[in-house]
């Protein structure tokens, strides 16, 4: 069976039918039920947080929200279907129809947490003509940095398709400025393998995520100490003040004197 990422555009591949099949499958059921808990599990949520559902679906995973926790969510996807299942099904959360790869419509540090299943993948495939992976990962990571309150968390569940995905993914995220890193459940087993991707916006007390057992790769989330050195005075304030901005912080306009160092006046 090939995967649905390569079959269509999500819009396009969850029409009305495959919008109901999908929702109605016990098995489906199970798994988003299963993955959604781990993610909570992870995050560590304290109860009645304001969550960010990312590819929401029909509500399958926004269930799971409402009943761990009592959280309140919204939920966004680009399937006009998928939410009308979810409509129907009157789940708790409000529902947005939109393009995760065109950003996060959503003000700065409006969600205390971000929950996404088997959805960011989809960033990584062209679609069509126009459609730039490397831009519309870069747009979702920026906007959901800034979509987050600071020290807000971010659990990702996805299906790589390779090591480059990953990659791209990883370094998109740590572009954006988040903090964190990759991991991944029953790594052994290629059918049960699962990868989650754990972000934080700003500092986070490690014993604010639970990774008791787990090992989290974040090799690519960090620069090493050979970056830092060969990096210019300029870069380096360049590179802060982009940051900055993606913070929603005023930053002085850049010009021809950044980074210059000032001669001292006698």
């Known amino acids: 069976m090939s995967r649905p990422e390569i079959s269509a555009p999500p819009e396009v591949f969850y029409s009305d039918v495959e919008s109901k099949k999908y929702t109605s499958s016990s098995r489906i059921q199970h798994i988003q039920a299963s993955m959604t808990l781990r993610a909570l599990d992870v995050l560590a949520l304290p109860p009645h947080q304001h969550i960010l ?5 029909s509500g399958l995973s926004g269930e799971i929200l409402s009943q761990e926790g009592g959280h309140v969510w919204v ?3 680009i399937s006009p279907a998928m939410l009308a299942v979810a409509l129907d ?11 995760m790869g ?3 419509p959503f003000r700065a540090g409006t969600f205390d947490a971000v929950i996404s299943i088997s959805a960011i993948q989809w960033l990584c495939n062209a679609d ?18 800034a979509a987050v309150r600071r020290g807000g968390k971010v659990a990702c569940q996805f299906y790589p398709r390779d090591d480059r995905q990953t990659e791209s993914i990883l370094q998109a995220a ?25 972000l934080t ?8 995520i639970n990774l008791h057992g787990v090992k989290i790769d974040k090799s690519a989330m960090t620069r090493s ?16 003040k982009e940051l900055m901005r993606k913070r929603g912080k005023l930053v002085a306009l850049d010009s021809q004197f950044t980074g210059r160092k000032r001669k001292p006046r006698f």
Do not use: H, Q, W
């Open 201 to 208: 916006a700003g500092n986070v007390n490690s014993n604010d």
């Open 102 to 104: 065109n950003g996060v």
């Open 89 to 99: 099904r009157e789940v708790e959360g409000d529902l947005l129809l939109a393009d």
């Open 75 to 77: 939920g966004m996807d």
């Open 128 to 145: 069509s003509s126009n459609a730039d992976p490397k831009k519309r990962l870069a747009r979702f990571f920026d906007s959901l940095y």
């Open 53 to 57: 559902d990312i590819g929401c679906g």
């Open 225 to 240: 100490k050979r970056d830092r050195k060969e990096e210019s005075r300029k870069e380096y304030i360049l590179r802060k």
């Open 174 to 198: 740590k572009t954006a400025g988040f903090s964190g890193g990759l991991v991944v459940d029953d790594e052994e087993s290629k059918k049960n393998k699962k990868y989650y991707l754990i």
